[in-house]
T-cell receptor, first 113, second 113 residues
Framework: GDSVTQMEGPVTLSEEAFLTINCTYT??????LFWYVQYPGEGLQLLLK?????DKGSNKGFEATYRKETTSFHLEKGSVQVSDSAVYFC????????????FGGGTRLMVKP | KAGVTQTPRYLIKTRGQQVTLSCSPI?????VSWYQQTPGQGLQFLFE???????NKGNFPGRFSGRQFSNSRSEMNVSTLELGDSALYLC????????????FGPGTRLLVL
């Protein structure tokens, strides 16, 4: 079945550092890929998405490119802020499975001033 | 537009009891999905409803059930609660078709004693 693997955390960075959170996936079809963010005590918020190979999703300074050849969707940000501290989830949605999202395990990011 | 709302936000039950959680999707959204989030298992898909029909179901025991009403609101029920059912239950809605972005509510935190 489909699966998503993302780097384990926590990831601890200083403010203004460069962020990369790795995400790779396994899918039988042509999935859509997502990054969601979860702040303490809240639900999930969509951060960005890409629906086909070579698409780049971007939002709030975060970017991720859908790489079919490496089955990856790594999240990057050039300069993190304390307010980016949260848990980040990579997910895929396979058109053959309706709207079911398959999630990675989540990566906790802590940004220190 | 108002976001996805879930009630109640917090719930404490004892083993053997049953519980019903409610989800109101974003206006106009017809698909509602439910997820369970625990520290050990992460985010796991429970089921998806579209136009009052269950379209997809995750790998959970029959104690977990759901339904969707004609106004797209959804409920999920857990019977004969077990300690391991303690979790954050998240509801997500999406507009129409497969593979569309899902928007999450804040979740219901269930504690089983």
């Amino acid at each position: 079945g489909d699966s998503v693997t993302q780097m384990e955390g926590p990831v601890t960075l200083s403010e203004e550092a460069f962020l990369t959170i790795n995400c790779t996936y396994t899918a039988t079809g042509y999935p859509s890929l997502f990054w969601y963010v979860q702040y303490p005590g809240e639900g999930l918020q969509l951060l960005l998405k890409a629906t086909k190979a070579d698409d780049k999703g971007s939002n709030k300074g975060f970017e991720a490119t859908y790489r079919k050849e490496t089955t990856s969707f790594h999240l990057e940000k050039g300069s993190v802020q304390v307010s980016d501290s949260a848990v980040y989830f990579c997910a895929l949605s396979d058109l053959n499975a309706g709207n079911m999202l398959t999630f990675g395990g989540g990566t906790r990011l802590m940004v220190k001033p | 537009k108002a976001g996805v709302t879930q009630t109640p936000r917090y719930l404490i039950k004892t083993r053997g009891q049953q519980v019903t959680l409610s989800c109101s999707p974003i206006s106009g959204h017809r698909s509602v999905s439910w997820y369970q989030q625990t520290p050990g298992q992460g985010l796991q898909f429970l089921f998806e409803y579209f136009s009052e029909t269950q379209r997809n179901k995750g790998n959970f025991p029959g104690r977990f059930s759901g339904r969707q009403f004609s106004n797209s609101r959804s409920e999920m029920n857990v019977s004969t609660l077990e300690l391991g059912d303690s979790a954050l239950y998240l509801c997500a809605s999406s507009p129409w078709d497969r593979g569309e972005t899902q928007y999450f509510g804040p979740g219901t935190r269930l504690l089983v004693l």
